[in-house]
C-alpha cells in the first residue's frame, strides 16, 4: 500500500513552521536555521552538507526515514522558491544541480511551468491541482511505493485537513519564534485518528509521530 | 531567595492552555479533562481525588514540586471562577472548603473584594495590581520563600513578558485543541533568558522546564 508521510517537519514551541519574512536570503525568514540545528547536529545532516561527524542516535535514525521507500514528493509553492519565484523564469529550486529527492517531485502552484529534468533523478512537475488530485498524481508516479508531503506548513496544514495524511513525523523544538506561518491551525482533534508516540532526545527536541491506526 | 515559579501548566500541542466556552460547568470549556488526564494518573492526582494507586515516576515527581517552599500564590480572575464570578458575592473559588493552595493567594481582579479566609491556611486576596506589584506583594506574603504563578495562561503570559517568571514547568500534551486560549503569544525569543530542558514520559505528555540562568 503506498502511504501518504509527512517526514520531520520541525516547529517552534509556539507552532511556528517557518519565520517572518521568508526571502532569496532568508529561506525560513527570521527563524533561520534555529528550528535545524538538531538535524545538522546528526550524521545524515552533517552529510547532507558533505561533512564529517555527527550523531548517530534516535534523531539520526528518524532523519534516516526520509528517502526509503518513497517515489514521489508532494511540495508547495512556499517550499519551492521564495516569495517571487514565480517571476523568475531560470528558478529551479533550493537545492543546485542535483536535489536531494531523486524521485518526480509535484510543486502545488497555481501558475504552472514546463517540467524541469534535474540531475540525480529529480524532476520538477508543477501542478494545480487539490490535494486529492496531486496525491493521486503523485501515487501514480511513484509507482506503488510511499508519497512523501514535503511541505510548507501550509501545504501539510491542507492535506492534513482533507484526511490524506497516512504517517507524520513533526519535530518541537525548543524555541519561540513568536510569527510566521503556523503548522497546527484548524486542526482540532486530529489526534483522534491517529496513533501518537512523544519521544525526546538529547539534543533537546521532541519527536511527535502520527500513525494512522489500521496502516 | 524567593523565586517566581510557574508549576506544571498543561499546554496542548498547538499551544492551548484552556479551551473555549469556559464555564460553571465546564471550567475548562471544550478541552474538558483532557489537559489533565496526565495528572490524575499519578500518586498526587490520585490523592487529590482521594483515590488510591497511580504512577509514581517523573510525571508524579515533577507534580509534587507544587507546595514545598512555596509561601504564597498568583492567580488570574479567569482561574479563580467561570466568567460572571464577579456577579456572585457568595463564590469562593472552585476547590470547596479546603483548597489545595494552604498559602496565601493573591487573586489578579479589576474588582476587588474582601478577602475569604479558607480551612487550611489558604485565604484568598483581590487586588488590582501590576505582574510586578503583584509579585511584590505576594512576595512579602511568602515570608522568603518562593511565590507560585498560578496562571491561567493570560496571566502567565502577562508575567513573562515583564520578565518576572524564574522557573517555569509547561506540559505539552499530545492533542490539537483548535481553539482556546493560548500560552505563548506575543513570546518571541523567550528561551534566550532560560536554560531549557525537554523530555518525554510515557504517559506521552512532554515536560518543558525553563530555569533562569544563574538563580
Known sequence: MSLARVQHVSVSLDGFATGEGLSLEAPFGHAGERLHEWVFATRWGRAM???????????????????????????????????????????????????????????????????????????????????????????????????????????????????????????????LLGRGVRLWDGLEGLEKDYEVETVSTPSGVTHVTFSRAGL
Not at 561527524?53 to 519551492?80: H, Q, W
Open 49 to 175: 552538507l558533505r561533512q564529517p561527524g555527527g550523531t548517530s542516535g534516535v534523531d539520526d535514525a528518524l532523519l534516516r526515514l526520509f528517502a526509503p521507500g518513497i517515489g514521489a514528493e508532494i511540495m508547495g509553492a512556499g517550499k519551492f522558491g521564495y516569495p517571487g519565484w514565480h517571476d523568475e523564469p531560470e528558478w529551479k529550486g533550493w537545492w543546485g544541480p542535483n536535489p536531494p529527492f531523486h524521485t518526480p517531485v509535484f510543486v502545488l502552484t497555481h501558475r504552472p511551468r514546463p517540467s524541469i529534468e534535474m540531475e540525480g533523478g529529480t524532476t520538477f512537475h508543477f501542478i494545480d491541482a487539490s490535494p486529492a488530485e496531486a496525491l493521486a498524481t503523485a501515487r501514480e508516479a511513484a509507482g506503488g511505493q510511499d508519497v512523501r508531503l514535503g511541505g510548507g506548513p501550509t501545504m501539510i496544514r491542507d492535506f492534513l485537513a482533507a484526511g490524506l495524511v497516512d504517517h507524520m513525523h513533526i519535530v518541537v523544538v525548543p524555541i
